[in-house]
C-alpha cells in the first residue's frame, strides 16, 4: 500500500529509539518541575508584594522567562551548546540533549504555574494568614493545595510540550525518535520509519495527555 514495506524495519533500533526518548522526557520532565515549580511561586509571590525589592525582583524574573520562552527551541539548543558541553560534557545525544530540554521548558511552565496560583480564592489565602500561619506554611499547606488541579494541568501541558522538543532535538543529534525520523525518514526517504516514529509520539502524547486528564478531574473539587 502506497508504496510501504514495513518489512524492512528495524524495530531494535527503533525500540532504542522510543527508550531514549522515554529518558530524555522523563529526566527533563523531572528537572523542570523541580526548577519550574519554586519560580513559577517566586513569580506569584513578588507580583503580588508591594515592596519595591521585591517587584524588581519579578520585574527581572519575568524579562527572563519572557526571554526564554520566545526563543525557538531549535535556535535555543544551538545557543546552549557551551553551557552544555561544561554541564554534561557533551552537546549531542540523549545527555547532552537535557539541559536545554529543561532550560527551554522550565519558563514555560514556570508561567502556569504562576497562572493557576492567581486563580486561588485569595480569601482563603487572607483566612490562613488571619490565623497566624506563616508565609511558608500559606504556600505549602493552603495555596499549592488549592491550586493543584491547575499545577496539574500545567504538568500535563509541559510534559507533552517536551514530547514535541524531544523531536525538534533531532535536527542536531539529539536522539531517540525524532533522531530517527530525521536521519532515515527524512534523509534516507524511508518513509515507513517516519510513520512509525510519528505514530509512536501520537500514542505517547495521547497516553500522557490522559494519564494528566484523569489526575486532574480526580483532584478537582466537585
Known amino acids: 500500500m502506497w508504496g510501504l514495506d514495513f518489512s524492512t524495519l528495524d524495530w531494535n533500533e527503533i525500540g532504542v529509539a522510543s527508550l531514549d526518548t522515554l529518558k530524555m522526557l522523563g529526566a527533563s520532565a523531572v528537572f523542570t518541575l523541580i526548577l519550574g515549580l519554586p519560580l513559577g511561586v517566586l513569580l506569584y509571590q513578588t507580583s503580588r508584594s508591594t515592596n519595591g525589592w521585591a517587584r524588581t525582583v519579578y520585574t527581572i524574573l519575568s524579562v527572563i522567562v519572557n526571554i526564554l520562552r520566545s ?43 504562576e497562572t493557576s496560583l492567581r486563580e486561588v480564592d485569595r480569601g482563603v489565602l487572607e483566612a490562613a494568614q488571619s490565623m497566624g500561619a506563616s508565609t511558608w506554611q500559606v504556600i505549602m499547606k493552603v495555596l499549592l493545595p488549592e491550586a493543584r488541579p491547575g499545577l496539574l494541568a ?6 507533552v510540550t517536551l514530547v514535541s522538543y524531544t523531536a525538534m532535538s533531532g535536527m542536531v543529534g539529539g536522539g531517540g525518535l525524532g533522531d530517527l525520523a530525521i536521519r532515515y525518514g527524512y534523509y534516507r526517504y524511508q518513509k515507513e520509519v517516519m ?23 480526580h483532584f478537582t473539587r466537585k
Open 71 to 113: 526563543v525557538p527551541f531549535i535556535i535555543l539548543i544551538l545557543a546552549l551548546i557551551p553551557l552544555t558541553v561544561a554541564i554534561v560534557g557533551v552537546s549531542f545525544g540523549v545527555l547532552g540533549t537535557i539541559p536545554p530540554l529543561v532550560i527551554g521548558a522550565a519558563p514555560f511552565f514556570a508561567r502556569l504555574v
Open 154 to 159: 500545567g504538568v500535563t501541558i509541559t510534559v
Open 195 to 217: 510513520i512509525i516514529s510519528v505514530l509512536a509520539m501520537i500514542i505517547l502524547v495521547q497516553v500522557l495527555q490522559m494519564a494528566g486528564d484523569r489526575l486532574v478531574k
